[in-house]
């Protein structure tokens, strides 16, 4: 039986190990071979440095995050708020996810803060619905790659929607046994500590991080930490009902009724 293989694709250093780490470690603990990338190069997360030092600095921290989860680190793509859903970054990412051949993709939510982080949802999700499609030419050319893959989205910051609604988990991942390693993850990344104080008020990431973990924690009414995901549909990715986080995970994977429960009446 072939080894599954996570691919977690994020918009900024940092991005995955804020909101996808822990499950990222729960899925290594359950023998999964785990891949991180960052679509854009972390260039504008500073306000003491120029943008070239800033990719080296970010890039540094990045791998050393990487190596705190046990995940494969490959390189960004393109510069903070240069993540456009553009051919160019669709023919690049869609490369990667036909070199790595995830049977499970973690990424953004379709609706965030940020164009960035949705901007690399849609490439991530556009670059997984292209892996089969011979015709489609990716950069590096990569042949075209057979194979399921179930698209995972993440929480949104806040947990709301750009109009401040609020999003429900539809899946609960217990993330309280790798969380002093996600913790690690996180503050890899030093050089974005003094700049989210300035730019958005955190007082800490790893603060920051560990609030919003517990309160999905409290959400699920059974993790102390948690991160929460949405399945996507399955056409043109695979099976109908496929859903490996809860095959591999068992009883730390959670379903939400409820959330089930309203998807299926439309709200």
């Not at 306000?47 to 990487?66: N, Q």
């Not at 993790?223 to 068992?250: C, I, V």
Request: charged share 25%; proline share 6%; glycine share 8%.
């Amino acid at each position: 039986m072939s080894t599954p293989v996570v691919l977690a694709v994020g918009a900024h250093p940092d991005d995955v190990e804020f909101l996808m780490a822990g499950t990222l470690l729960m899925l290594r603990r359950a023998g999964c071979e785990t891949h991180v990338l960052n679509v854009a190069s972390g260039s504008c997360g500073g306000r003491s440095h120029p943008a070239g030092a800033l990719r080296a600095i970010r890039r540094r921290e990045a791998r050393a995050a990487a190596a705190v989860l046990g995940a494969r680190w490959h390189p960004c793509l393109a510069d903070d708020l240069e993540v456009l859903y553009d051919l160019r970054l669709l023919r690049r990412l869609a490369a990667v996810v036909r070199e790595v051949r995830p049977g499970i993709l973690l990424t953004h939510s379709p609706s965030d803060y940020m164009e960035d982080h949705v901007n690399a949802c849609r490439l991530a999700v556009s670059a997984a619905f292209a892996r089969g499609l011979p015709n489609f030419r990716t950069v590096p050319p990569r042949r075209a790659a057979d194979g399921d893959v179930v698209v995972y989205h993440a929480m949104p910051a806040g947990l709301r929607d750009p109009l401040r609604g609020r999003v429900i988990p539809g899946l609960f991942v217990n993330t309280a046994p790798v969380h002093p390693r996600k913790r690690e993850a996180l503050a890899r990344h030093r050089s974005q500590q003094d700049w989210l104080a300035h730019s958005q008020k955190m007082s800490s990431t790893v603060r920051a991080m560990e609030d919003l973990s517990r309160e999905v924690g409290r959400m699920s009414r059974r993790f102390r930490h948690a991160e929460g995901w949405r399945r996507r549909l399955h056409l043109g990715f695979g099976a109908a009902g496929a859903d490996p986080l809860r095959g591999l995970l068992g009883e730390d994977c959670l379903a939400s009724r409820a959330a089930e429960r309203a998807l299926e009446r439309g709200l």
